[in-house]
């Protein structure tokens, strides 16, 4: 069992930064794959970012691609999303995952264990 929490979500104006963090326990962190998604409102949920386990391998959507940066520390069992020149529609609750084989997939289904979420709203 993994156990996952986001925080570091809140309200910030069109332009700003925030950065989120994803703390895990419950098994070695360092052997598997972080992922963090969003979810909008009414839409799907969808992929935002995700790292491998070294952190030498990470993936973007084309929506955040040079505005958000994953990174991850092993030693404290963390994951962030720095989120910089943030827009209204980036508005969501962002979750992060867990693939235990691995993966840095953009499909929900390659991923075996999610937080509960945190807020983001950003206020144009």
């Known amino acids: 069992q993994v156990q996952l929490v986001e925080s570091g979500g809140g309200l910030v104006q069109a332009g700003g930064s925030l950065r989120l963090s994803c703390i895990a326990s419950?098994?070695?962190?360092?052997?598997?794959?972080v992922g963090w998604f969003r979810q909008a409102p009414g839409k799907e949920r969808e992929f935002v970012s995700a790292?491998?386990?070294?952190?030498?391998?990470?993936r973007y959507a084309d929506s955040v691609k040079g505005r958000f940066t994953v990174s991850r520390d092993n030693a404290k069992n963390t994951v962030y999303l720095q989120m910089n020149s943030l827009k209204p529609e980036d508005t969501a609750v962002y979750y992060c995952?867990?693939?235990?084989?691995?993966?840095?997939?953009?499909?929900?289904?390659?991923?075996?264990?999610w937080g509960q979420g945190t807020q983001v709203t950003v206020s144009s």
């Open positions: 995952a867990v693939n235990l084989g691995g993966s840095i997939s953009a499909s929900r289904d390659a991923w075996d264990y």
């Open positions: 419950g098994r070695t962190f360092s052997n598997n794959a």
């Open positions: 790292i491998s386990q070294s952190g030498s391998w990470k």
